[in-house]
């Protein structure tokens, strides 16, 4: 540490205060910082991918605790979470009719496996929801590729989601969907699906875009499209870990919390470099910033790598309910859970506002019209965030993790970040390290910094 620039931002911090000008001084630390990029390396390149229940997963909790204590933070522990573990095995589609050759697939997550001979199917392309109702009895005892092309995240997921179960209600045997995700490199994307219990469970696995489209290309030719399909998917017994958590304890209300946070899971590909490895480095090392600025926050900030949040979201809920007692005493719960492109500003996500969906945002426009009093607050946080410049603050979603606490009254705020290029990676083997931006990683750090940094004063209020 350069302690010219210490003794600098110690001035800085009597002599201003809280004031924007500290915001400068915390976020031009954050530019000339190697850390988050150096340990977001370690956690890509020496655990790698870590699904709920794996091997793995125990690994990053373990470099999770270690590397907490080595940034500085306080009450370093974890906190028990029961998390399923699904586990995908070998798996593999052929192609067997028109022509024999091997399709580029993924399991979905929390898919059943298919007899160990696997299952031998016509395949039936489906445009949609609607197309699937109009073809009705006809994809029986058949498998159903819904072909649906990817304009935006919210509309495929719900064919990842819940088509598996829309395709057995008609008797499907398995079924494909177009994967989930912008990626035109062959590189299909996995995701939780959640079956419906009023229909049997079948097996369900995403194509590439490229395969996906072969198929649609054979079947408008009026070729009879015939596949095998191997699954080794399985669900075993749920197992103990745990959500990790580091603090920095408040100078003037310790019991006041903010958390900042991320999910420490990923799926069982690639290395959760952008999902979401990005976001806890950048809960994690926002508050090591701080520390390390010796900058004391008024309330407590307390860093949580969330666990289990691609397959059941038992980090959040178990979270809610041991710290139920003292959620009156979150300030907020900071998520950044969208990869690490440049935060632009920040999500508000005040309970009582419209209920939410999943996957559609429930306050429409983000107009703030009629409510002088939340203006002045985002303003009061936008101010800080001038030189950073993510700035804009709007009524928004937070994030899966931080929101079973939301439902339970407390404010949750999510990063928002430039999603253009995401979903290319989310969710499949090219999510890896090669890919983060140096550049973004520290500006993302420095604006979460800047906001856990106003977030401590006393005198912020939010609701
Ligand atoms: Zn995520």
């Given amino acids: 540490m350069n302690s010219r620039f210490l003794v600098t931002s110690f001035l800085i911090n009597a002599l201003f205060g809280q004031t924007p000008e500290m915001a400068k001084v915390i976020y031009q630390k954050a530019l000339s910082s190697n850390e988050a990029y150096q340990t977001l390396n370690e956690l890509t390149m020496n655990v790698g991918h870590r699904i709920s229940g794996s091997e793995n997963f125990t690994k990053a909790m373990a470099w999770g605790v270690a590397t907490m204590k080595a940034k500085g933070l306080v009450n370093v522990r974890t906190e028990k979470v029961m998390s399923p573990r699904w586990v995908r095995g070998k798996e593999s589609i052929q192609l067997i009719s028109p022509r024999p050759m091997n399709l580029t697939m993924l399991g979905l997550g929390m898919s059943v496996g298919t007899p160990q001979e696997g299952l031998t199917g016509e395949v039936v392309i489906v445009d949609d929801f609607d197309h699937l109702e109009k073809l009705g009895e006809q994809v029986r005892?058949?498998?159903?590729?819904?072909?649906?092309?990817?304009?935006?995240?919210?509309?495929?997921?719900?064919?990842?989601?819940?088509?598996?179960?829309?395709?057995?209600?008609?008797?499907?045997?398995?079924?494909?969907?177009?994967?989930?995700?912008?990626?035109?490199?062959?590189?299909?994307?996995?995701?939780?699906?959640?079956?419906?219990?009023?229909?049997?469970?079948?097996?369900?696995?995403?194509?590439?875009?490229?395969?996906?489209?072969?198929?649609?290309?054979?079947?408008?030719?009026?070729?009879?499209?015939?596949?095998?399909?191997?699954?080794?998917?399985?669900?075993?017994?749920?197992?103990?870990?745990?959500?990790?958590?580091?603090?920095?304890?408040?100078?003037?209300?310790?019991?006041?919390?903010?958390?900042?946070?991320?999910?420490?899971?990923?799926?069982?590909?690639?290395?959760?470099?952008?999902?979401?490895?990005?976001?806890?480095?950048?809960?994690?090392?926002?508050?090591?910033?701080?520390?390390?600025?010796?900058?004391?926050?008024?309330?407590?900030?307390?860093?949580?790598?969330?666990?289990?949040?691609?397959?059941?979201?038992?980090?959040?809920?178990?979270?809610?309910e041991r710290h139920e007692s003292e959620l009156n005493n979150h300030i907020a719960l900071l998520e950044s859970d969208s990869g690490n492109g440049r935060i632009t500003g920040f999500t508000l996500d005040l309970p009582g506002r419209p209920p939410r969906q999943r996957g559609v945002n429930p306050y429409g426009d983000k107009s703030l019209k009629g409510d002088p009093s939340l203006i002045e607050r985002f303003q009061s946080l936008a101010k800080f965030q001038e030189i950073s410049g993510a700035k804009a603050f709007t009524l928004g979603m937070s994030g899966v993790d931080v929101s079973p606490m939301v439902e339970a009254g407390a404010v949750g705020i999510g990063a928002s970040h430039n999603m253009s290029k995401y979903f290319d990676v989310h969710h499949t083997e090219a999510d890896t390290f090669d890919k983060i931006i140096k550049a973004d990683l520290q500006h993302n750090v420095g604006s979460v910094a800047i906001l856990a940094y106003t977030l401590s004063f006393s005198s912020t209020r939010l609701q």
């Fill in 141 to 320: 005892g058949k498998i159903v590729l819904f072909d649906v092309p990817f304009v935006t995240y919210d509309r495929s997921v719900t064919y990842r989601s819940s088509g598996p179960s829309r395709a057995a209600q008609y008797g499907a045997i398995a079924c494909l969907i177009r994967s989930a995700g912008s990626s035109n490199s062959n590189t299909p994307h996995t995701g939780t699906l959640s079956y419906d219990s009023r229909w049997p469970k079948i097996p369900a696995a995403a194509l590439s875009l490229e395969h996906a489209i072969l198929l649609r290309r054979m079947s408008e030719s009026n070729q009879k499209i015939i596949i095998k399909l191997n699954m080794e998917a399985k669900q075993l017994s749920d197992v103990e870990e745990g959500n990790v958590i580091g603090e920095i304890i408040g100078s003037k209300n310790p019991k006041e919390i903010i958390v900042l946070s991320g999910h420490l899971d990923s799926w069982d590909v690639g290395q959760g470099a952008q999902d979401d490895g990005a976001g806890c480095i950048i809960a994690l090392e926002a508050a090591s910033l701080l520390n390390q600025m010796k900058i004391v926050p008024e309330r407590t900030i307390r860093v949580v790598l969330f666990a289990n949040e691609e397959n059941g979201v038992a980090g959040g809920r178990s979270y809610r």
